[in-house]
């Protein structure tokens, strides 16, 4: 073994031995997590769109089992009764498919290499579905279990004894290359699947087994044609196969590389290498997120409640994913999926930043501000080597949604204090996407753009979900607004200083709602307030009504004062559950959860109208924002296979469970508030990256108290609706007194309540 590598086992000794030292004082929270959480879904109704991840957190490659045919979205669903493989996976939306796969599965009497007919019925009762291990026994008595790392993973398979034991590589759907090490007990190759990837895209693989080969060859799985004793293979779906002495347990290191094969095995060495047994890797893997969990440790609550947190928790540490990898000197670098080349530094990928802007990248700045640091810039390489700025990364640019909410990160990373990158960099990266129509989707760049600028909105039906884009495009303007009014760049701050008020030219007061609206200036006739798509994205009427994030107030005096808005925001719940399907021209899945809740028209299983709850902190009633977040909480999450009101969509829904937990939300990413919910728990300590602590101590709280009667702040009075990311940062107490009735004279002062652009001329 040379230098480097020994140094590189010595580092990684001394880690996983911190992690154990540290671990062993911290609670066992893991034990709470349910990776399955949510995986009941289907293109119907989803319960999360989720898959069974086994992963560390961020990690460059996840791992799980695989129901679905390849090449399915829908990798793995709770109903479904058999696997077909245990697949490396990367997907953050079941909509958009999955790249750079392959799969493993261990086969046990006749060799059998096609997905379908290779596939072993399974029971859940016989699962165990964990962050840090995964393990079932299939119904042939074949036992797998995985444990990961970032760039790997370590399997064991069991196979009943004196039976036939095989394990299968499946190259999945697009072009594959496999070669085959039998003296080295080894297989190397690479896949290239996935949408819109760089020709020279590659996902380089290296699998060490720790058993001799009986036999083996290669296959391919269109016509799953087998050469046996063939070594090498390359093509469309080309696989693998070993055979091992009957009986056999065999493990199986794996790790992968977009870099390049040799950067593979350093990988594997690397990660896996100082693990003999997949026992030592899992207790690795266990100690990681442990201590990854105990950021925020929680009293108090159910163990269901405990459980439900804790497994939304994690599912909002697995994006952005990481996308670099470490070079023999210990630096990171990257293949770029934007350029195809190879540069230095950070890159993160797979999240679509409709979703995410609102809670998944809030909560990764107030818990990881370095790895939020480095995000951030990383938005600015990539503007550079595509020339755009990225909206929906999987893992280049997609350009799927609507907004350009990568301003949104940048302008909330510079409020808060994160300074990684060059603000007038940023600044000329944004107007240049708001100023043209990039190739890739309505995401890429701005749709309507011209007609924004000139009109003041997006005309319908010029342009799909005109409105919907108007408001988020308006929004946007705000975060570039406000990046240039803190780096004084009086140019652009006077730029977007009109447009981030272009919300009120889609307000109709006589109808009072936001409205499609035509070139010429008119409404856009045949107007239902329940009517789905068409000027709106995903929703209707009544969800973007509420979709003005930086200027509540100036919605609030645009529908005729407070009594009115907190009026209309009561009717979105008393309202009938119904639909009209509109552009849509059937049931999407949305709608179906929409109805399922039973909340009239709230929709929180899409983004839209998520932060509406906490709207009437803005308009002298917080109490309601109170109760309303509560009810949420416990109606529509919960630890199980149905646990989410809809799409999971790459950690913002599990974010807005976590927040709200804590008892507040991001409702404007780019300020620096949080406004104030309840939270769940009695007693909540967050663990700060820069070792101070923020504790929030609820006294009396129970499912029944969730009004908050007064609080204090570092042991003075409070009375305002949200707290300043500083205050947190800074570590202290926020002292809640619970009770079950409303304290209806509390933060109900113009100073308590959160910030408004309307409030601050």
Known sequence: ?????????????????????????????????????????????????????????????????????????????????????????????????????????????QLTVSQFKRAATFNHQNEIAKPHYYKVTLDNKITTELAPTERGVHARFSFPRSKASYVVLDGYTGASSITIFPKERKIVGYVHNGRGLQKNFKNFFVIIFDKPFVAQGTWENRQNAILPGNLTAQGTGMGAYIQFKAGESVQAKVASSYISPEQAELNLQQELGAFKRLEDTKAAAAKIWNKHLNRIYVEGGTEAEKATFYSCFFRASLFSRQFFEIDPAGKPYYFSPYDGQIHQGYLYTDTGFWDTFRAQFPLNTLLHPTMQGRYVSALLDAQEQCGWLPSWSFPGEAGSMIGNHAISLLADAWVKGIRTFDPQKALAAYLHEVTNKGPWGPANGREGWKEYFTLGFVPYPNYREATAKTLEYAYDDFCGYQLAKLTQNSFYEQLFAKQMYNYRHVYDAARGFMRGRRSDGTWVPNFDPIEWGGPFTEGNAWHYQWSVFQDVQGLINLMGGENNFTAKLDSVLTQPNKVKVGTYGGMIHEMTEMVMADMGQYAHGNQPIQHMPYLYNYAGQPWKSQKLTRTIMSKLYNATENGYPGDEDQGQTSSW?????????????????????????????????????????????????????????????YTANFIRHQDIINGGTLHLEMGNAPAVNRGTQPQDKPFSLSSTK
């Open 1 to 109: 073994m040379n230098t480097l590598l020994k140094k590189h086992f010595l580092i990684l000794y001394l880690i996983f031995n911190s992690y154990s030292l540290s671990a062993a004082k911290l609670p066992d929270l893991v034990h709470y997590v349910n990776t399955l959480q949510g995986t009941n879904s289907k293109h119907e109704l989803t319960r999360g769109n989720t898959y069974p991840t086994t992963a560390l957190p961020f990690a460059m490659h996840t791992w799980t089992p695989q129901t679905g045919r390849n090449g399915d979205g829908w990798k793995y669903q709770f109903f479904a009764d058999s696997i077909r493989g245990f697949q490396q996976a990367h997907q953050c939306s079941s909509w958009t498919n999955d790249y750079a796969v392959f799969s493993l599965m261990p086969v046990t009497g």
């Open 657 to 717: 469970y976590v927040l709200s937990a804590l008892g507040f939300y991001s409702v404007c990413p780019g300020t620096d508030e949080y406004v104030l919910g309840s939270p769940v728990f009695q007693k909540i300590v967050i663990t700060l990256e820069n070792n101070k602590q923020f504790t929030i101590v609820a006294r009396n709280n129970s499912p029944e108290k969730v009004y908050i009667q007064a609080a204090s702040l570092n042991g003075k009075p």
